[in-house]
């Protein structure tokens, strides 16, 4: 059985760990989940790995919540053009687009 801890905060940009990371409830569609909220940074290594864009290409908006790779919320934008929505990693939700 596999127990998370406080110390489970490993960022894919750096391999560092995140002792600080601390768990926060959080209410989602109707639910109650102990989630960790990730700095700007964390949020952009994990989307850049996942989904393959560019680190510096990639610009967070709101809050970004982290439990496992089945749950997990992102809201962000690539080269300041497309803005998506993902859900535990699942298929992007292209939610807009701005035209130069």
């Given at each position: 059985?596999?127990?998370?801890?406080?110390?489970?905060c490993i960022s894919s940009k750096e391999d560092k760990l995140f002792a600080e990371c601390k768990t926060i409830e959080i209410?989602?569609?109707?639910?109650?989940?102990?989630?960790?909220?990730?700095?700007?940074?964390?949020?952009?290594?994990?989307?850049?790995?996942?989904?393959?864009?560019?680190?510096?290409?990639?610009?967070?908006?709101?809050?970004?919540?982290?439990?496992?790779?089945?749950?997990?919320?992102?809201?962000?934008?690539?080269?300041?053009?497309?803005?998506?929505?993902?859900?535990?990693?699942?298929?992007?939700?292209?939610?807009?687009?701005?035209?130069?």
């Amino acid at each position: 059985m596999y127990i998370k801890s406080d110390f489970d905060c490993i960022s894919s940009k750096e391999d560092k760990l995140f002792a600080e990371c601390k768990t926060i409830e959080i209410e989602w569609r109707g639910e109650k989940r102990q989630v960790r909220k990730l700095n700007e940074e964390e949020a952009m290594a994990k989307i850049s790995a996942e989904y393959g864009f560019e680190f510096g290409t990639i610009k967070i908006i709101g809050d970004c919540w982290y439990e496992a790779t089945d749950w997990n919320y992102f809201k962000f934008t690539v080269r300041n053009k497309w803005k998506y929505e993902a859900h535990n990693y699942g298929a992007l939700e292209l939610l807009d687009w701005y035209d130069d």
